[in-house]
């Protein structure tokens, strides 16, 4: 049997998570436009705008702590391409990048589950409110 480190389920955890938002907010956002013009109602439609405004704002505040904590000199788009070309850059130049890579991302599913999990409290908060009144 094989034991996952805590390193292994933060590396599953993070690419399956990440995968799924890349690919599925687009999907989303493309079924809560046409549920909101069927339905009119745009409540679908401004939770799936919430999660992924969440998404991107966690890895931004994740790359400015890569960039200003960890000093990493590469811009965004040249890391990206780093973590995939240990021949021009060198390995040790790939590992970090990869490492910064998943790091963004990760904090980019941070701020998504803190987004999905804020939205979902003030919808419980209201409902509460307005059955009460």
């Keep these: 049997m094989m034991k996952l480190s ?25 079924w809560a436009t046409v549920e909101l013009w069927q339905k009119k109602d745009m409540r679908f439609l401004l939770i799936i705008l919430t999660v992924g405004v969440g998404f ?16 990493w000199p590469l811009p965004i788009w040249e890391t990206v391409y780093a973590a995939g070309h240990s021949e021009i850059y060198g390995h040790e130049a790939e590992h970090a990048a ?36």
């Excluded at 399956?16 to 890349?22: A, D, G, K, N, V």
């Excluded at 991107?56 to 200003?68: F, K, P, S």
């Design 98 to 133: 990869e490492t910064i890579v998943l790091f963004v991302l990760f904090g980019g599913d941070l701020g998504a589950i803190a987004a999905g999990t804020g939205t979902w409290l003030i919808r419980k908060l209201r409902v509460r409110r307005i059955d009460i009144a």
């Design 6 to 30: 805590m390193m292994s389920l933060y590396l599953l955890f993070t690419m399956i998570s990440s995968f799924l938002l890349i690919v599925g907010l687009p999907a989303m956002s493309i």
């Design 56 to 71: 991107v704002a966690g890895m931004v505040v994740a790359w400015i702590v890569a960039v200003v904590d960890m000093s």
